[in-house]
């Protein structure tokens, strides 16, 4: 298994609180994304990351932002929380030598928003 | 509008016998398509892909199968197993910055394998 972990695992938040999560890699992958799982959508991008400083948008960005300041972290923030981003939260990471376009996901953050 | 469809929700086999999963795609720039396995509280594992060039990919009791003049994907166990009672996730991806790939999901089937 990759080694991702993400914390997190869960969270109970009120609505207009910051909330970050974290997602930490052993792999020393280049590319790490975030998704959020919702029931009948899969899971859907976030954002994503190409290299240290290097993030851009993804499918469903509205009201989240990221960093990644060294290769092995990539941080979701939330800036003001509000219900609908109640969801299950996961990272993945991909572009190890031989790069395909397979991803590896963490184990995933639940994170309820009241 | 979903790029990438799976339109059983839910799928019942008994142990043995063949489990068939659908998926059908509508976005010609996907160049691969995989499929995950997941379980309750875990991320999705990686199961199996195909390259958009090749119309079949075994490994072990999984096949996948790609027609793409129907935009369409399908996932075989032979034979299903209880273990492989999970929630199955089709995935199509393509490029979006350099090297960095989009995976768009499917809304999952959850298998579930009678013993």
Same mark, same amino acid.
């Given at each position: ?8 695992r869960h969270k109970v938040t009120e ?32 954002h994503y990351s190409y290299g240290v ?62 | 509008?979903?790029?990438? !469809? ?5 799928? =019942? ?5 063949? =489990? ?16 995950? !396995? ?10 199996? =892909? ?10 072990? /009791? ?5 027609? !793409?003049?129907? !935009? ?22 393509? /490029?979006?910055?350099?090297?960095? /790939? ?14």
């Amino acid at each position: 298994d990759a080694g991702i972990t993400q914390s997190p695992r869960h969270k109970v938040t009120e609505t207009g609180t910051p909330v970050t999560l974290r997602c930490h890699q052993t792999e020393n992958h280049r590319y790490m994304y975030w998704y959020r799982q919702d029931p009948g959508h899969g899971l859907r991008l976030i954002h994503y990351s190409y290299g240290v400083k290097d993030t851009d948008k993804g499918e469903v960005s509205d009201g989240y932002s990221v960093s990644r300041s060294k290769t092995e972290d990539f941080l979701l923030t939330l800036e003001s929380a509000t219900s609908s981003q109640t969801s299950v939260y996961f990272c993945a990471i991909s572009g190890g030598s031989g790069a395909t376009a397979k991803q590896y996901f963490g184990p995933g953050t639940r994170l309820t928003v009241t | 509008d979903q790029q990438v !469809k799976q339109n059983s929700p839910s799928l =019942s086999v008994q142990e043995g016998r063949i =489990s068939i999963l659908n998926c059908d795609y509508t976005n010609s720039m996907f160049d691969y398509f995989l499929w995950y !396995k997941k379980y309750p509280a875990e991320g999705p594992t990686f199961l199996i =892909s195909i390259s958009s060039i090749k119309d079949k990919n075994e490994d072990g /009791r999984f096949t996948v199968f790609l027609n !793409k003049s129907a !935009k369409h994907l399908s996932l075989h166990i032979v034979p299903s197993q209880p273990g492989d009672s999970a929630v199955y996730f089709c995935a199509a991806s393509a /490029r979006i910055s350099g090297s960095a /790939r989009q995976l768009t999901f499917g809304s999952g089937t959850q298998l579930t394998v009678l013993p």
